[in-house]
């Protein structure tokens, strides 16, 4: 399971046999220790080996999560459970701290094979959005990328899976779930970023476009991304 808040990523794996791993997981501490390093750290990744107690390990995780610092840097974190049943237990507990909303959203296609983009807020990232009340999930990403690109006609492919991430409304802390779909359109039709949700530009990409702008982007939209560059060569 991954979690995503801005461009850190916290990662919650099972690993019975700690051995496996060419190096040692780092203690929750000795992370700890990396954050006064601030960005000469980014970019990295970093196994925290734990056997938690379980209030006190939640209270580490959401203060981590939360923390503006961490939250900007190009970090993941993948903290490593030596049982199911503790792994289970942490990411319940985790998701009940926060208020779940859910949304969206589609990796596009033309007839090119090119890729989708939309330019957000300083980031080259996928259209998404949120579900509206007893809204179809598929409906709703279909919707959302419609609105977002100015796409009239959009055909509905495979579900892709979702993503998690985080972000503050308010005083609450929110935990986005995000159901990605593969979609398939041609490249034929006006592409209209929408304004009112501040898209600048709308962009069909190849995998070689999207490359030399990555960097631009979210670690989420990253993930996606290579997990369907993966999928193109099995």
Same mark, same amino acid.
């Given at each position: 399971?991954?979690?995503? *808040?801005?461009?850190?990523?916290? /990662?919650?794996?099972? @690993? #019975? #046999?700690?051995? +496996?791993?060419?190096? $040692?997981?780092? +203690?929750?501490? /000795?992370?700890? =220790?990396?954050?006064?390093?601030?960005?000469?750290?980014? =970019?990295?990744?970093?196994?925290? =080996?734990?056997?938690?107690? *379980?209030?006190?390990?939640? @209270? /580490?995780?959401? $203060?981590?999560?939360?923390n503006e610092v961490w939250r900007q840097l190009d970090v993941t974190v993948c903290f490593v459970f030596a049982s199911e049943e503790k792994l289970v237990d942490f990411t319940d507990n985790f998701r009940d701290t926060f208020r779940n909303v859910d949304a969206a959203g589609g990796l596009v296609t033309d007839e090119k094979g090119r890729y989708l983009c939309i330019f957000n807020r300083g980031k080259w990232t996928l259209p998404k959005g949120h579900v509206e009340w007893r809204e179809p999930v598929e409906d709703a990403a279909v919707r959302e990328v419609k609105e977002e690109t100015g796409l009239v006609d959009v055909s509905l492919l495979d579900k892709i899976g979702k993503t998690f991430h985080t972000f503050p409304k308010g005083k609450k802390w929110i935990l986005k779930t995000t159901f990605w779909y593969k979609m398939h359109a041609s490249s034929e039709q006006e592409l209209i970023p929408e304004a009112a949700e501040d898209i600048e530009d709308v962009k069909w990409m190849s995998k070689e476009e999207w490359m030399s702008v990555a960097e631009k982007s979210y670690p989420l939209t990253r993930d996606l991304f290579v997990n369907e560059f993966t999928k193109s060569l099995i």
């Open positions: 399971m991954k979690i995503f *808040a801005l461009n850190l990523c916290h /990662e919650f794996e099972l @690993r #019975n #046999n700690l051995s +496996t791993y060419q190096f $040692d997981p780092i +203690t929750f501490e /000795e992370l700890m =220790g990396h954050f006064f390093k601030g960005p000469e750290f980014s =970019g990295q990744k970093f196994y925290v =080996g734990i056997n938690p107690d *379980a209030d006190t390990f939640l @209270r /580490e995780v959401l $203060d981590l999560l939360k």
